[in-house]
């Protein structure tokens, strides 16, 4: 690979580092990258940077934000009551596009995996668990039709039933194996109005 530059090469490997991208998606995306104007490279490298040291996580729901609070949690407006359980912040965001559910969320970010080795202390349970204290109605656990979020859908509800508190779930219109975030907006609010006790 020493037929470009080395600048050239290091940009191609710095790219080829990142989820979904290949050797010719990096070369690719370097040469675009080249043949920016300089300003549009200083913009994306700010993003870049800024995205990075801003963005922290919510310190009641675990969502990524720029402040303390998250626009959902601080809202008046929302139903503080029903907690809606997602994998990650795609997930929140697929349902937050709806703009239909009214309650608040938790992101476990990932789901109880025995066969990659991730376990209920390596996702954000124990946080939801303290949430609990207080005043909730409902629990309604959206994590993914697939062996992970179902197994952590079980794991939920069996931790969470003592309480006393409803757990639902959402309801299998959404396709097993599939990312919530890939599935549309009529499917996600079907899928919520379609609930089930656990
Ligand atoms: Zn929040």
Known sequence: ???????????????????????????????????????????????????????????????LTDEELCPICASGKRDHGIIMVVENTRDLAAYEKTG???????????????????????????????????????VIIATNSSLEGETTAMYLSKLIKPTGIRVTRIASGVPVGGDLEYIDEVTLLRALEGRTEL
């Open 1 to 63: 690979m020493d037929y470009y530059s080395s600048k050239i090469t290091a940009l191609i490997e710095e790219f080829s580092r990142l989820p979904g991208i290949g050797a010719k998606s990096a070369q690719r995306l370097a040469f675009h990258v080249i043949n920016m104007p300089e300003e549009r490279v200083k913009g994306l490298a700010q993003a870049l940077v800024e995205a990075r040291s801003g963005v922290r996580y919510c310190k009641e729901c675990f969502t």
């Open 100 to 138: 239909r559910y009214e309650g608040v969320y938790h992101v476990l970010h990932g789901a109880i995996s025995p066969a990659l080795g991730i376990g209920p202390a390596d996702i954000r349970l124990k946080e939801l668990m303290m949430r609990l204290q207080g005043e909730v109605k409902e």
